[in-house]
Each structure stands twice: as structure tokens, then as C-alpha cells.
């Protein structure tokens, strides 16, 4: 069998008066992928090094991330970084960092992005274009020749400029929206406040007309008070142009004051409240009966809604037989969806019958799990030190990167939008100076960048870096949970349980088991590079247009996305194997394994509940802290905001993020209960075992029945089981319907 298995490790468990679980002695797993990940991390920097110059290397060549970024002239050469020397000027356009853009288009390498005290004080123009017009000794005639290049938009004359990332962008640009804002205002003032003539005066028409100073009081609409007029339109068009969500501009300015405003309130409420609420989720769930109404409700729901599609179908199907405007096919199409949805009833309602006292003990794992997570609460914000552990990686992960992406050669390619005038393409065109001018029609220069081949398998390694590490800290976050939640069950004084209990299993388990998590993660990096590798073989079958290739790949990446899924809850169970018993990888998976087709019907129960209770949680935190912070600010900060939707929408994310958090814990206690529960059950006789509340009552009613079904039929009871004898009991062990 995979990975060594043998006929023991489809055996029961088997446990003694000592076992502690995961307060045991244990010792270091996996170490040697640990040491991988390590050397793993430790080519990443070798590779970053070498792209930043650091370390020579024939293979990777220095990076150099202003090529990303800084503008390229119209001869190809990219500002501050090409090392090339303008024959004209003397100049080299590596010592000029910012892009300047003539009237055609085509941009020129400048030394700085001209001032407003600079304006109209000198030319920028082509290259040879500017030697000539720099080599006149006077101004007049600088502007002279100037001013005939101008004429066929060779040069221009220096205008106020921002310095944006390196281009010089015109402030006239910037500053040509506010006059058309400003214009509408004045448009919009003089058709409502004036008094409509046809004397040339006020508005005649659509068009207005100049009114004097002297005359214009004679055409005010409100003669008592004509300022009331302007000042109202005033505040109405800015209101209209700069306040309403559909101009554009408006629309960020409004958001991202609200935003600021309510702040604190976005935070507390998305993040302070969503987390409490999450707790005061896990105390009504401990609540007797809430739980059971919430689970056996939605499954009521499900078989209502699958009835009730049904019914409609059919009576659809019904009244189109005889209305006369729908065809046979129709109605026939319309009863064979009524068939199929009250199929699936059918299944769901016989499925239900099958696991009903699994459910019930799925119930009583949740609300065990529950208990566990509110003993530590501290527990809930390890997904928070996760993040912070990615964002530490992705920082000098990210710098590597660029470095490498801007490492590559630089292509100097040639684009003809057929929109372009011949006027334009004349401008652009670059002469002689260099093979990478474009002198087409119409054409101008844009750059890529060309890899080696070590170059892209580099990128693919730093690819596979960041997904092992990726995995490698929730695998890590699984782990701590498990262990943490396991303590908790194989406690027999609870109350000495608390927050302390989680920083001491934290500290075991980066001790003893980062090796086991690197394993783990190393698989499923494995694939999801495997994956990636055929996204872009995908990419390119999509430009080959080969259909034949592409639904091959595709059901490629479809088998890989189901295998990636299986090996992520595989690894999720050997981790918990793990947490309780400190097994290696491979035995704790080999455990696994086995231990679910033995339990597989209490899975699928522990499955159904589990997905209908994380869902419930996930809108309850969501919509109450939602409404939380819109009452708060409803009452408190209405007057100054210009909406709530803004600050109500990050409340959304914000809770639904934590909510989400929130659910990674309590979804990883739920299965690591289970697994304790069946561990306990396996390896104790009733009068030891460590259940508690309702998994004790459980444990105890499945004693009975067996008990009593032994006696009829003149057999022992045998503990736990999905047993043929008890087809629904909610017991564990040796699952005779897979035999």
C-alpha cells in the first residue's frame, strides 16, 4: 500500500493509563525536510544576490528595476539606465532620468521634468534636432529654430511639468480639468441666473452672450437678492460634479474622506466586534438545543428546497402542456427537471436517515470544539501571526523578484495603430541613429523583456519557493491548532486549560514538528507548480488556437486542482495524527488514512455539520458587525459623512476577513476533536476515556444498543464502529460496511 502501509496500521489503536497525548514525551520529525526548506529559502537569497549584483553569476544578470519603470525615448533607449551616448549633445542617456513627451508622442531623455520658474526658458527636441538649436547663440534665434521644428512637432517648449514615476507630466493637463469644471460652473450659473432675452443679453437660446459690468444687474432673475442665485448653482454644480457617485472624481474624493472619517470605527467594528462576535457565536452554539434546531433546520431547508423546485417544475411543466405558447419539448425538458431535483431529495432525505446519530454526535464534536477554542481565545488570532510571517517573507521575496524581472533583455518592439496620421509617424521616426527606430507609418516603440532559459526556470524556483513557504506556515498554523485542541481533550482537569496552554503546544510544535510541516507543504507546493507550469501551457495552447491541446490541458489542471484538494485535507488529518501522537509525515498520514475509512460515515456526518455551522458563523459575524458599525455611525458621525456605503462596505470586508480567520481555527478544533474522539474511543474502556458532556452521552447510548443487540442476537458488545450490526449508531473503530 502508498507510503509503506501495513496491515497494523489499519488496526485499532491502541493506548495505556499513561497516555497524555499531546502532554507526552515526544521527539523531532521529519528534520531532513526542514533542512530543505531551509536550503530552499537559502538558494532564493542566493538567487536574489545574484540579481541584485550582489553575487556575479554567468546565469543571472544584474537586475535593475528603474527598467521597469522609467520611460524609453523614441530611439529605444530607456531613461537613467541605457548607457547610450547622444552623438548630438555629448550627452549620455544614462545620466537622464526622466521622459518628456513632444506633441507627436514620442518621448526624449531629459535630466529634469521642468518647473513652473522654467517655463517657456528653453526646448526639448529630438536629438539632433536639439545640438542644432542649442548651438544658436541667442535666444531669438534659439526660438527660432525652435519654433520651425515645433511646426513639424520635433520640439517643444518647456512647460510646468509633476515628476510622476519619471515622466514628466504637463501641469496644463492637470490643470485643463479644472477649467472644464469650472467652465460648466459658470455655463450653468449664467443659464439659470440670468434672464433669458432675445436682445443679445442674458441667454438667448443655447447660446450666451458677454453682458457688461454695468448692465448685467438688469438680467438677474432674482432682483432682490441675485447673489442667492449664483451661490446656490455654485454649490449645486460642485455638489453635482465633485460629491455625486457617478462622476468619477467625485467618487474617490468621497470614499476616501468617509474613509478616513470613520476610520477607527471601520477597524473596531471589522475587526474588535467581528472577533467578539465570534465568541458569543461559539456561546450560543454551547447553548442546549441551538445547535441541534440550527443543523436539523437547514437540513429540513435542503429537503424543502429540492421538494419544492420539484413541485414547481412540474406544475410548470403542467400548465405548459395546455397554454398553447410553449412546445412539447419544453414542457417534457421542464418534468425531467422536476424528476431530477425530486431525485435528489429522495437521495438527500435516505443520505439523512443514514448519519442521523452521526449527526447527533457531529453536533456534539461542534459544541466539544466550541468549549475547546473559548478555554484558549487566544487561539483565534494565530492566523494573525501567519500573515505577519508571510509578509515578513514576501518583503525580501518580493525585492527578488523585481530584480529579477528587470534582468531580462530589453526588446525594443514596433506598434502601427493604423489610427495614426503619417504627420505622427514622420515625428517618431528615429533616423539612422539607431535599428530599432520605427519609421512605418503610423508606428511607435514600445519595450519588453526577453528571458533565458535559466532565467524563466529561475523564476519558476522563486514560483515554487513561494508556494512551499505559503503552505509551509498554514501547514505550521494547522499543526499548533491541533496540538492546542488536543491538550485541551486529553486534559482531565479543563479548568487548568487556558491561553498559556496554547503559547506552551506553540512552542512544542515549532520544536518538535516544523520538519512534518515542511513535508506536508512540500507536496502540495510540488503540485501547485505542476499546476502553474500547465496554467501556461494552457496560455500558450490558447494563442496556438489547438482545441484538441487545450481540453487535454485542461483536464490536466482539472485532475490536479482535485488531487491538490484531496492531499490538503490528507494533510489536515496527519497533521492532527501529528499534534496527538507525534508521528512523522508518512506514518501519521498512513494513519490517517485508515483511520477515515473506519470512521467514514462519522466524516461525512462531521463534514455536513461542520460546513452548515462555519457558513451560519461566517454571515452571523458579517452581518452583525456590519449593522453594528451602521448604527454607530448612524447616530454618531451621520452629519459627517457624505455616505455610509463606503465605510459600510470595509466593514464587509474587514469582518468577513476575520470571520473567515475565525473559521480556519474553529473548522481545524471540529476535525481535531473528532480524530481525539475516535482515538478515545479506540484506545480506553468507557470508565477511562476522556470524553466529556455530549460525546460522554454519545459514547455511552452507543454502549446500550450495542449492548442490547449483542444480547439478542448472543454476541459481546464491541465498542465504537460503523458496524453492520448498528448501521446507525455513532460509534467508531472497525467499519464492517468497507470490509
Not at 89 to 109: F, H, I, Q, R, W
Not at 392 to 397: D, G, H, Q, S
Not at 730 to 739: D, F, M, R, T, W
Amino acid at each position: 500500500m502508498g507510503m509503506g502501509a501495513s496491515k497494523d496500521d489499519n488496526k485499532k489503536l491502541q493506548g495505556n493509563a499513561d497516555f497524555k497525548g499531546p502532554g507526552g514525551n515526544r521527539g523531532c520529525t521529519d528534520c531532513f525536510c526542514s533542512i530543505l526548506l531551509i536550503a530552499c529559502w537559502a538558494a532564493m537569497t542566493f538567487v536574489g544576490l545574484c540579481c541584485m549584483g550582489f553575487i556575479q553569476n554567468d546565469m543571472l544578470k544584474e537586475g535593475i528595476p528603474a527598467r521597469l519603470t522609467n520611460g524609453m525615448d523614441y530611439l529605444g533607449n530607456i531613461c537613467g539606465v541605457t548607457d547610450y551616448n547622444i552623438s548630438y549633445t555629448g550627452e549620455n542617456t544614462k545620466d537622464l532620468s526622466k521622459a518628456y513627451y513632444l506633441p507627436s508622442g514620442a518621448p526624449v531623455c531629459v535630466n529634469s521634468c521642468p518647473t513652473a520658474e522654467e517655463e517657456y526658458n528653453g526646448y526639448y527636441c529630438k536629438y539632433d534636432k536639439q545640438s542644432e538649436v542649442n548651438g544658436q547663440e541667442t535666444a531669438a534665434a534659439r526660438s527660432a529654430v525652435a519654433g520651425v521644428y515645433m511646426a513639424s512637432m520635433e520640439c517643444a517648449p518647456w512647460v510646468e511639468t509633476i515628476d510622476a514615476w519619471g515622466y514628466c507630466i504637463p501641469q496644463a493637463a492637470i490643470d485643463a480639468l479644472a477649467s472644464a469644471a469650472a467652465d460648466r460652473i459658470n455655463q450653468e450659473i449664467v443659464a439659470d441666473c440670468l434672464t433669458t432675452t432675445d436682445s443679445g443679453y442674458g441667454v438667448s437660446g443655447s447660446e450666451s452672450s458677454y453682458v457688461s459690468s454695468d448692465d448685467v444687474g438688469k438680467y438677474w432673475k432674482d432682483q432682490d437678492s441675485p447673489t442667492n442665485c449664483t451661490a446656490q448653482r455654485f454649490g449645486d454644480v460642485v455638489t453635482a460634479e465633485y460629491m455625486n457617485p457617478t462622476s468619477e472624481d467625485g467618487f474617490f474624493d468621497q470614499a476616501n474622506a468617509d474613509m478616513y472619517t470613520a476610520r477607527w470605527v471601520i477597524l473596531g467594528a471589522g475587526t474588535g466586534v467581528a472577533m467578539t462576535l465570534g465568541f458569543v457565536y461559539l456561546y450560543i452554539l454551547r447553548i442546549p438545543g441551538v445547535l441541534a434546531l440550527v443543523c436539523w433546520g437547514l437540513i429540513a431547508l435542503i429537503e424543502a428546497c429540492f421538494l419544492g423546485v420539484a413541485y414547481f417544475s412540474y406544475d410548470t411543466s403542467e400548465t405548459w402542456k395546455t397554454d398553447g405558447q410553449h412546445s412539447s419539448s419544453e414542457a417534457d425538458i421542464m418534468m425531467y427537471v422536476a424528476y431530477g431535483f425530486a431525485g435528489f431529495g429522495g437521495l438527500w432525505f435516505c443520505i439523512i436517515c443514514c448519519l442521523r446519530k452521526r449527526i447527533v454526535l457531529a453536533i456534539g464534536i461542534v459544541k466539544e470544539a466550541c468549549k475547546a477554542v473559548a478555554r484558549m481565545p487566544v487561539i483565534t488570532i494565530y492566523p494573525v501571526f501567519q500573515v505577519l510571517g508571510a509578509v515578513i517573507f514576501l518583503v525580501p521575496w518580493c525585492v527578488y523578484m523585481v530584480y529579477l524581472a528587470s534582468s531580462g533583455d530589453v526588446a525594443v518592439d514596433c506598434i502601427c495603430p493604423t489610427s495614426m496620421s503619417s504627420g505622427y509617424a514622420d515625428a517618431l521616426s528615429g533616423g539612422s541613429d539607431t535599428e530599432s527606430s520605427c519609421e512605418s507609418s503610423g508606428c511607435f516603440l514600445y519595450k519588453s523583456f526577453a528571458y533565458s532559459d535559466d532565467m524563466k526556470w529561475t523564476g519558476l524556483y522563486m514560483l515554487f519557493s513561494w508556494f512551499w513557504t505559503s503552505q509551509f506556515i498554514i501547514a505550521a498554523g494547522q499543526l499548533v491548532v491541533a496540538m492546542s485542541i488536543s491538550t485541551w481533550y486529553f486534559t482531565r482537569d479543563k479548568s487548568t486549560i487556558g491561553n498559556k496552554t496554547f503559547f506552551q503546544t506553540m512552542k512544542k510544535a515549532m520544536w518538535y514538528h516544523l520538519g512534518t510541516a515542511a513535508f506536508g507543504s512540500l507536496i502540495i507546493a510540488i503540485i501547485k507548480t505542476i499546476r502553474a507550469v500547465i496554467a501556461y501551457l494552457q496560455n500558450q495552447a490558447k494563442k496556438s488556437k489547438n482545441k484538441a491541446l487545450q481540453m487535454a490541458l485542461c483536464a490536466i489542471q482539472c485532475y490536479m486542482w482535485c488531487l491538490e484538494k484531496c492531499m490538503k485535507f490528507m494533510n489536515k488529518n496527519a497533521y492532527i495524527q501529528t499534534a496527538i501522537y507525534g508521528y512523522s509525515f508518512c506514518k501519521a498520514a498512513r494513519k490517517a488514512f485508515f483511520l477515515i475509512l473506519r470512521n467514514i460515515l462519522r466524516i461525512s456526518a462531521v463534514a455536513i455539520v461542520s460546513e452548515f455551522v462555519l457558513i451560519i458563523g461566517k454571515l452571523f459575524i458579517t452581518i452583525m458587525s456590519t449593522m453594528a458599525g451602521y448604527y454607530f455611525m448612524k447616530e454618531n458621525m451621520l452629519d459627517d459623512l457624505n455616505g455610509l456605503w463606503c465605510p459600510l462596505l470595509l466593514i464587509i470586508l474587514f469582518a468577513y476577513v476575520t470571520a473567515d480567520m475565525f473559521n480556519e481555527v474553529f473548522g481545524m478544533a471540529i476535525w481535531t476533536i473528532l480524530q481525539c474522539f475516535v482515538a478515545d474511543e479506540e484506545m480506553f474502556e468507557p470508565a477511562e476515556r476522556f470524553a466529556e458532556g455530549d460525546l460522554a452521552a454519545c459514547v455511552s447510548k452507543t454502549q446500550k444498543e450495542a449492548g442490547s443487540i449483542g444480547k439478542g442476537a448472543g454476541v459481546q458488545p464491541v465498542d465504537g464502529g460503523d458496524k453492520k450490526m448498528d448501521p446507525v449508531s455513532p460509534g467508531g473503530g472497525g467499519g464492517s460496511e468497507l470490509e
